[in-house]
Nanobody
Framework: VQLVESGGGLVQAGGSLKLSCGAP????????MGWFRRAPGKEREFVAA????????YYSDSVKGRFTISGDNAKNMVFLQMRSLQPEDTAVYYC?????????????????????WGQGTLVTVSS
């Protein structure tokens, strides 16, 4: 399943953007979806995730309080509302989905559990 992100673009510092992610024309089961990002010259890092069964959300410390993850499990859609954007938020943002259902602990802040990924959407924040 190929996920597709949209909503990236150029924004001034302090501005907002909302990213969207889904799989057009496809339905698939997944227990969680998340957002990761890769800044220029850096490794991919976790941004936010949502576990559908409990509605629990997870955030990295760097975006907590500024970004909000939400979604519609039935439509296999996930969103990332980004506010108070800063130049250090500049990155390619990727969404991902975990197709497995586990009764045990799953570290959704790691890329390991995710099976499906998008190609990414570029977010550029100018100072």
């Amino acid at each position: 399943v190929q996920l597709v992100e949209s909503g990236g673009g150029l924004v001034q510092a302090g501005g907002s953007l909302k990213l969207s992610c889904g799989a057009p024309g496809r339905t698939f089961m997944n227990s969680a979806m998340g957002w990761f990002r890769r800044a220029p010259g850096k490794e991919r890092e976790f941004v936010a995730a949502i576990k559908w069964s409990t509605g629990t959300t997870y955030y990295s410390d760097s975006v907590k309080g500024r970004f909000t993850i939400s979604g519609d499990n039935a439509k296999n859609m996930v969103f990332l509302q980004m506010r108070s954007l800063q130049p250090e938020d500049t990155a390619v943002y990727y969404c991902a989905a975990d197709r497995h259902y586990s009764t045990g602990y799953v570290n959704l802040k790691s890329s390991a559990p995710y099976d499906y990924w998008g190609q990414g959407t570029l977010v550029t924040v100018s100072s």
